[in-house]
């Protein structure tokens, strides 16, 4: 199992340009979520999704927009990247339930800066 | 009001002693989890220990502990013979809504503390 993988790895982008970063899991989990990280804030939720074709906000989700179309696939989206999304970027994955066992995976994570 | 605090920003620790990282959590959710996460300078996030807001013993994984104390609201990891590679920082979450069904199970985080481990 390849666990959660993320693509790409790194990114630059010009303010205004629009990426989508690609999220991918193996683990046939149901939840879904897009965190960022900053120094000194550690990670915040941007959006998650309880499920294929669902996607909620979450606690910083202004500027990102995401889709779940497949089970496996969680993307997010700039559509005019600032320099304020300059961040490293993490997927994560967890089955729908509770409880021990039944951590986060997470992703080896994106680091994109916005110039 | 933050619902994760870590007080300490950094930690030093010599080679085969102990150290315990604070954290302390605010909710008024019953049912919850803690984690703590490991994130070594190369980046990727490395679940450690779980402990449930209804378990009666505190959690012990290794050379990882979890001193849960739940009228206090705090979750403190206690790593027991520390090694060089402990050095890395240290995440504690929480997600709430454990047992209750329909929740999104996300976690909320606190800032971390960067643990360096002295030889």
């Known amino acids: 199992n390849a666990g959660v993988t993320q693509t790409p790895k790194f990114r630059v982008l010009k303010t205004g340009q629009s990426m989508t970063l690609l999220c991918a899991q193996d683990?046939?989990?149901?939840?879904m979520y897009w965190y960022r990280q900053d120094p000194g804030m550690g990670l915040r939720l941007i959006h998650y999704s309880v499920g294929e074709g669902t996607t909620a906000k979450g606690e910083v989700p202004d500027g990102y927009n995401v889709s779940r179309l497949k089970k496996q696939n969680f993307l997010l989206g700039l559509e005019s990247a600032a320099p304020s999304q300059t961040s490293v970027y993490f997927c994560?994955?967890?089955?729908?339930?509770?409880?021990?066992?039944?951590?986060?995976?997470f992703g080896p994570g994106t680091r994109l800066t916005v110039l | 009001a933050q619902k994760i605090t870590q007080t300490q920003p950094g930690m030093f620790v010599q080679e085969k002693e102990a150290v315990t990282l604070d954290c302390t959590y605010d909710?008024?959710?019953?049912?919850?989890?803690l984690f703590w996460y490991k994130q070594p300078s190369s980046g990727e996030m490395i679940f450690l220990i779980y402990?449930?807001?209804?378990?009666?013993q505190n959690a012990t994984e290794g050379r990882y502990s979890l001193n849960f104390q739940k009228a206090r609201k705090s979750a403190n990891l206690v790593i027991s013979a520390s090694q060089l590679g402990d050095s890395a920082m240290y995440f504690c979450a929480m997600r709430e809504g454990e047992y209750s069904g329909g929740s999104n199970y996300k976690l909320t985080f606190g800032k971390g503390t960067l643990l360096t481990v002295n030889p």
């Open positions: 402990q449930g807001s209804y378990d009666q």
């Open positions: 909710t008024s959710d019953p049912s919850y989890g």
């Open positions: 683990m046939n989990h149901e939840y």
């Open positions: 994560a994955s967890s089955y729908e339930v509770g409880g021990a066992y039944n951590e986060q995976f």
